[in-house]
């Protein structure tokens, strides 16, 4: 059986010749602004899968993520060091996530269907999102993309309805749970009401031990 060309251009992503290619690209990539059109996509094959398609109304943009911890402002009111609160504070949302919604910003008349990793170095991630103008000819003519004129559809990377926002809310795994989401839900409020309180709160602790089955 032989492959296609998107099975190759996998292959030559995941060779180590592309890593020294590569290389040289972020190198030039930190230097440009944080959100940059480009003409085409660094990785077809994953734009494809995205639904991207080379006609009017697709744009490509790259957006860079800075990595690591975030820092919140230190309190004014005296503490303890270990009180402060000021470092080790992770992002809520996935670096891919908080791209699509920078170039969604940047980019206010387009949607965004989808995005992908190309890249990493020591302070940046990089993404390369995929947008589609809902109001284009080219796009409303297209029976693929029709969905996008629906209303409800607007502004959807902000309600987490991208593959990434979903990921980050939980709608990609079911946590070893079969069932609908309503019974995933329940199961979830079942553990939170005998999870445990704080260990300076016997009460609470006592009354959710009572609850245990079998105790």
Known sequence: MTSSMYNYIEQTWQSEDWSKVLRQRLIKWRREPTITRIDN???????????YKAKQGFIIA???????????PRPNSG??????????????????WIAEEKAARKF?????LGSY??????????YEIVMVDP????????????WLQD??????????LTSSGKKVRGLRKSRGLKGTIKQKWKKKQKE???????????????QNYKKVPGK
């Not at 503490?79 to 891919?96: F, H, I």
């Not at 109001?135 to 029709?146: A, E, G, M």
């Not at 559809?153 to 902000?158: A, S």
Request: hydrophobic letters at 25%; a positive charge; charged letters at 35%.
């Open 135 to 146: 109001s284009h000819p080219v796009i409303k003519s297209d029976p693929n993309l029709k």
């Open 192 to 206: 939170r009401e005998l999870k445990k309180g704080h260990e300076a709160n016997k009460y609470y602790r006592i």
């Open 151 to 160: 209303p409800a559809n607007r502004k959807r990377v902000f309600r987490g």
């Open 62 to 72: 790259r957006v860079r993520v800075r990595r690591g911890g975030m820092n919140k």
């Open 79 to 96: 503490r303890r060091p270990k009180r402060m609160g000021v470092y080790g504070y992770g992002p809520s949302k996935g670096y891919k």
């Open 108 to 112: 206010p008349n387009l949607e965004v």
């Open 41 to 51: 996509p660094t990785r077809l094959n994953r734009a494809r899968e995205l639904g």
């Open 117 to 126: 990793y190309v890249g990493e170095d020591g302070m940046y991630k990089y």
